[in-house]
């Protein structure tokens, strides 16, 4: 009785590391936890905000700003606002120590109306390249592209450029969106790609 | 009698301007498996101003609020980011969505505030 006894014992400490080591596993996968959302917004609040490009005015809108943050999680952020203390922002955040999430252009598409694009009233980017890309485009769906102002970025977790970009109503109107922006050296050669585009 | 009725109906009403006074915060989707498209939705409130979306790791995602009249969407990000908020300041009755525009495996979060 009591070797049947350890039998069991050994075979429940196997099930366990073995559940263990699947949950780990899959874990892994997956990324471990989400930030918690409540730290990161007490952090945003007391974070300063400093502008870093800008979101050109005209065509009814106002001339927008393009700020980043450094906060004491580990963040940082970009956000397209109407001004530094404007609750009117809209962004996202990455790891300092990835501010790009591992690719050369890290961007945010900010939209009003939609999702249809001709319904599109208003739509920005805004975001950060690596400080080896030469240019930074925005390619459109009919093949065509609109070339990004870059201002140079220095942080301590490295050198970046800065953009932020309003499309025109006559695009929105026709149809005619963003697909994907690319960041490319200066002999041309691509650097990175990331896709972006309105509605579903 | 008329008295503790009073009392009643004073307490009723004070709890009740400080619900509405309270901040709310509800995490309407959760999931660590997407598929392109995937989605959800918060219900329909107009105090909801700020949609936000917490990930574990980075990936191609979307959040908006979606209005209950046209059903328009406003103040949308798209965007790659482990963490991502938007704000509409606006009156009208709406709901927060946030969707997944790749496939992906990553822990997340939507949460919508009012």
């Known amino acids: ?200 | 009698m008329t008295r503790s009725w009073f009392v009643v109906v004073a307490m009723v009403v004070a709890l009740a301007l400080s619900a509405i006074a309270s901040a709310e915060s509800v995490n309407y989707y959760s999931t660590s498996s997407w598929s392109a498209g995937q989605g959800g939705s918060s219900s329909f409130s107009s105090s909801w101003f700020m949609n936000i979306i917490a990930k574990s790791s980075s990936f191609d995602s979307t959040i908006t609020f979606i209005d209950n009249v046209s059903y328009s969407w406003h103040s949308t990000l798209r965007g790659p980011g482990t963490y991502l908020s938007t704000h509409w300041l606006s009156s009208q009755v709406k709901k927060a969505h946030c969707r997944a525009n790749v496939a992906a495996y990553s822990s997340t979060s939507c949460a919508v505030r009012s």
């Open chain 1, 1 to 200: 009785m009591p070797r049947v006894r350890k039998r069991m014992v050994v075979v429940l400490a196997l099930a366990l590391a073995g559940s263990l080591l699947v949950g780990s596993v899959v874990a892994a996968q997956r990324g471990g936890n989400p930030p918690d959302a409540a730290k990161v917004e007490a952090a945003i609040a007391a974070a300063r905000m400093t502008r870093v490009a800008d979101v050109a005015g005209g065509e009814g809108f106002a001339r927008r700003g393009v700020f980043i943050q450094e906060l004491d999680t580990g963040d940082l952020c970009v956000w397209d606002a109407a001004s530094a203390s404007s609750p009117d922002r809209q962004g996202g955040c990455n790891s300092i120590d990835e501010p790009l999430g591992g690719s050369a252009v890290s961007a945010n598409l900010a939209y009003d109306g939609g999702p249809a694009i001709e319904n599109v009233r208003d739509a920005r980017l805004s975001g950060l390249a690596s400080s080896s890309a030469a240019s930074v485009v925005v390619l459109m769906s009919d093949g065509s592209e609109r070339t990004l102002r870059l201002k140079p970025l220095h942080l301590d977790a490295g050198d970046f450029a800065a953009f932020g970009f309003r499309f025109k109503k006559s695009d929105l109107r026709s149809g005619i969106g963003p697909i994907a922006v690319i960041a490319r050296a200066a002999g041309g050669k691509e650097l990175g790609r990331q896709a972006t585009g309105i509605g579903g």
